[in-house]
C-alpha cells in the first residue's frame, strides 16, 4: 500500500494505515530529513527481526540499530547521556544526527549491538515526529537506499514495488535525494565522529 501525504503537513488521518501496519508488527518505508527509510515498532521483535533482514544487519553485528524518538528526554530514557554529551546533543537535535549511545535496560535485548550500543534520531521532519506522537513509542530506523545507489535519486513507487513482499506500507513524500546523516558516537561523555553526513560537525 502506498500513502500519498504532504510531507510539510501530513494530516494524521492519512498516516492510520501506516500506524496500524506497525502495530501489527509490520514494516513502514517513510521519509526523513535524511532520505527514505525503513521503519518498524520498537516493541515488535518480529518487526526488528525483519529490519534487520532488509539490512543486512545481524545480531552479532558490531553496527548498532537506530530508532527516533520524540525528544531529549525519551532520549535520555534509552541511552545514557553524560552532562557533557548532553548539552551536546541539545545544540544539535532536532536535525540530522544519529547519536550512537550506550544502551539503557529500556532498550529491547534484539536491538542492541554487541557493544550494547544503539544509535538515536530526532529528525528536523513532520512526517518523522508524527509517526513516533501517533504509535506513542520510539520507531526502530534504517535507510532503505544501497551503498551502490546512495546518491540516487529516491522514488516512493519504485520501493512499493521492490518491496512488496516485505513492507506493508509505503509513505510517499515526493522523490528524494539522499543525504546520509552525521553519525556521532556520545560514550563515556567523549565525542567521536563515526561518519560526517548532512549535519555540520560539533565544535
Known amino acids: 500500500m502506498i500513502l500519498y501525504i504532504d510531507a510539510e503537513r501530513p494530516a494524521p488521518r492519512t498516516l492510520r494505515p501506516a500506524i496500524d501496519a506497525l502495530r501489527d508488527d509490520g514494516v513502514i518505508i517513510y ?4 532520505g527514505y527509510a525503513f521503519g518498524c515498532a520498537l516493541s515488535s521483535s518480529k518487526g526488528i527481526a525483519a529490519l534487520r533482514r532488509l539490512k543486512g544487519i545481524g545480531d552479532k553485528s558490531p553496527k548498532p540499530l537506530s530508532m527516533l524518538v520524540r525528544d531529549l528526554a525519551e532520549m535520555a530514557r534509552y541511552g545514557h ?3 557533557q ?4 546533543i541539545r545544540r ?5 544526527y544519529t547519536m550512537v549511545l550506550r544502551a539503557t535496560s529500556e ?3 534484539a536491538m542492541k549491538n554487541r557493544n550494547h550500543e544503539i544509535g ?4 528536523d521532519h513532520a512526517v518523522c515526529t508524527m509517526l513516533v506522537e501517533l504509535l506513542d513509542e520510539p520507531l526502530l530506523t534504517g535507510s ?4 551502490e ?25 515526493g522523490a528524494l535525494w539522499p543525504d546520509p546523516s552525521t553519525v556521532l558516537r556520545l560514550v563515556d561523555d567523549v565525542v567521536e565522529v563515526l561518519r560526517e553526513g548532512k549535519g555540520a560537525l560539533p565544535e
Do not use: C, H, K, W
Not at 538515536?120 to 529528525?123: E, K, N, T
Not at 532503505?144 to 551503498?147: E, Y
Open 81 to 83: 547521556v553524560g552532562n
Open 85 to 88: 554529551v548532553f548539552r551536546t
Open 149 to 173: 545507489s546512495e546518491f540516487a535519486l529516491e522514488d516512493p513507487a519504485d520501493y512499493e514495488s521492490r518491496y512488496a513482499r516485505e513492507v506493508q506500507v509505503v509513505i510517499d513524500g
Open 107 to 109: 532498550v529491547p535485548r
Open 92 to 96: 544539535l537535535l532536532p536535525g540530522p
Open 120 to 123: 538515536m534520531r530526532v529528525p
Open 31 to 34: 521519509p526523513t530529513d535524511t
Open 144 to 147: 532503505v537506499t544501497a551503498a
